[in-house]
């Protein structure tokens, strides 16, 4: 993969840092040159030629970086070329500016004089191209317009559950490609694998570039996710020097990997409605906590500001905070595992008027903390799948009045809860699948509540 030898690309790193001294000190020789047009001060004379020296230096220092960086390879070419071509000639205008103060010509200096006016407007112009370029070769060339009020890629970027600009409200109108597999990639993958860095010659911006994968491998097979190179390597383990995205950047979450493996299983269509490739349950709930459906019936509430200081406190402890959206301060919260781990429940109850969405998954709560969770009565939502809660806790959440979404997958409640369960005003879905219940009896059991919709099997 990378030829270059690793001392060259341990000093090849140091050029973001690097290059951080020439635009400084060429945007204060450039901001002296012009002053002392007005203002010939004796000091701006001194100060100048040593300003160009410094940057003719540090643009040297600064080359010399780049070009090891860019052994490293995985650059869009022209651009690379062009900031090549950029960062060399500004250290020569800077070294000739210098000399041109520094050499005894001042018996020519009439003849000079528009030379170095050239070279001045002409520096000027480099330095902004050439930051520009080295902007796009890092962060690809939309970054500086991506969250322009005027683009419509910053959705797509930002969201951390909303992905889309479209609001996806049911699953009969959002496409498996354009609304769920793309905007992963675009939020975990593209910054490495764009036009610009194309990192393992692998494009990840339209699905053609997907489908065709990069310098060793097809990116994606249809219906197989063992030779699916991209499936393979976002489910590598994390230390695995194979494993994407790469650099400790942000892993795929649980419901990312299940998302692009259904895609993969089921085909990897382009242009398909998730409903038409029939979703199992597990899939739809997946995609309903993808797609945040259902998050409409919260939005007429609102409540105060939360207490910063509460927030911190819970991110400390290791929970993770959501703004469910910016009007009404209502917040999600999630704690997932690892599962011999137990979240501090006591610090929710701060931000209990802000609370509506509350998931904790894999961990070790158990009945004990049900009570304190009955007490969070905003919530509309609650997750507690694979913890350790049984029967016995049940009941405690019947305080929660405005509950509409409890899931319990995977924990030891048995066909009692489900029947206590039944009798929750709100509850409008309940999931149960992998618990004790027993699903043959549930198949027959008559529904007490109507409009509660029990998953208990896929
Ligand atoms: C921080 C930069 C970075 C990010 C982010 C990143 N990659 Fe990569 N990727 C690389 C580099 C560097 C290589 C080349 C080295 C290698 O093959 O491991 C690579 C190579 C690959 C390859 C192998 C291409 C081939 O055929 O050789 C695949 C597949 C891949 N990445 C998929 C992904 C996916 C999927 C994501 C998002 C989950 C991702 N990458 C995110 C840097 C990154």
Same mark, same amino acid.
């Given at each position: 993969m990378q030829t270059a030898p690793d001392i060259f690309m341990f000093l090849g790193r140091f050029h973001p840092l690097f290059v951080h001294l020439p635009i400084g000190l060429l945007s204060f020789a450039l901001l002296l040159e012009l002053l002392i047009l007005?203002?010939?001060?004796?000091?701006?004379?001194?100060?100048?030629?040593?300003?160009?020296l410094l940057?003719?230096?540090?643009?040297?220092?600064?080359?010399?970086?780049?070009?090891?960086?860019?052994?490293?390879?995985?650059?869009?070419?022209?651009?690379?070329?062009?900031?090549?071509?950029?960062?060399?000639?500004?250290?020569?205008?800077?070294?000739?500016?210098?000399?041109?103060?520094?050499?005894?010509?001042?018996?020519?200096?009439?003849?000079?004089?528009?030379?170095?006016?050239i070279f001045i407007v002409g520096a000027g112009v480099l330095l902004v191209i050439t930051g520009h370029g080295g902007g796009s070769l890092t962060h690809g060339s939309s970054y500086l317009t991506e969250f322009s009020p005027l683009s419509n890629s910053a959705a797509a970027v930002s969201g951390t559950n909303q992905q889309t600009n479209e609001r996806i409200t049911s699953?009969?109108?959002?496409?498996?490609?354009?609304?769920?597999?793309m905007p992963i990639l675009q939020s975990k993958c593209v910054s490495c694998h764009n036009k610009e860095k194309q990192k393992g010659e692998l494009l990840l911006t339209s699905y053609e570039a997907i489908m065709a994968g990069g310098k060793s491998r097809e990116g994606v097979i249809p219906g197989n996710i063992s030779t699916s190179e991209i499936f393979r390597r976002i489910t590598l383990p994390k230390d695995h020097k194979e494993f994407m995205p790469t650099d400790g950047k942000k892993p795929l979450t649980e419901n990312q990997i299940a998302i692009l493996e259904w895609?993969?299983?089921?085909?990897?269509?382009?242009?398909?409605?998730?409903?038409?490739?029939?979703?199992?349950?597990?899939? *739809?709930?997946?995609?309903?906590?993808?797609? *945040?459906?259902?998050?409409?019936?919260?939005?007429?509430?609102?409540?105060?500001?939360?207490? *910063?200081?509460?927030?911190?406190?819970?991110?400390?402890?290791?929970?993770?905070?959501y703004a469910i959206n910016q009007g009404n301060n209502l917040l999600e919260i999630k704690f997932n595992g690892p599962s011999n781990q137990k979240?501090?429940?006591?610090?929710?109850?701060?931000?209990?008027? *802000?609370?509506?969405?509350?998931?904790?998954?894999?961990?070790?709560?158990?009945?004990?903390?049900?009570?304190?969770?009955?007490?969070?009565?905003?919530?509309?939502?609650?997750?507690?799948?694979?913890?350790?809660?049984?029967?016995?806790g049940i009941n405690e959440l019947a305080s929660l009045s405005k509950l509409e979404y409890l899931n319990l997958y995977g924990t030891s409640i048995t066909d009692s809860s489900v029947i206590a369960l039944q009798h929750f005003e709100n509850l409008k879905k309940l999931y149960v699948w992998e618990t004790a219940i027993d699903t043959l009896k549930m198949d027959s059991v008559p529904k007490i509540k109507k409009d509660l919709d029990i998953v208990y099997k896929l």
């Open positions: 007005f203002k010939p001060r004796e000091a701006f004379k001194k100060t100048i030629p040593f300003l160009w940057s003719a230096l540090s643009a040297a220092c600064s080359a010399g970086s780049g070009y090891l960086l860019s052994l490293g390879g995985g650059y869009e070419e022209e651009t690379l070329n062009l900031h090549k071509i950029g960062g060399i000639t500004l250290a020569v205008i800077s070294t000739l500016c210098y000399l041109m103060y520094a050499l005894p010509l001042s018996f020519m200096k009439r003849a000079v004089q528009p030379v170095r006016y699953l009969d109108s959002a496409d498996i490609f354009e609304h769920a597999v895609w993969i299983e089921t085909g990897a269509h382009k242009n398909m409605m998730i409903s038409g490739l029939k979703p199992n349950k597990k899939m *739809q709930d997946v995609f309903g906590d993808f797609f *945040q459906i259902g998050r409409d019936a919260i939005l007429s509430y609102a409540a105060k500001p939360a207490n *910063q200081e509460d927030i911190t406190a819970l991110i400390k402890e290791g929970f993770q905070v979240p501090n429940i006591e610090l929710l109850s701060a931000v209990k008027d *802000q609370l509506v969405w509350l998931q904790l998954t894999n961990c070790s709560i158990d009945d004990e903390d049900l009570k304190s969770i009955g007490k969070l009565s905003n919530l509309y939502k609650l997750n507690l799948n694979r913890t350790k809660i049984t029967d016995k």
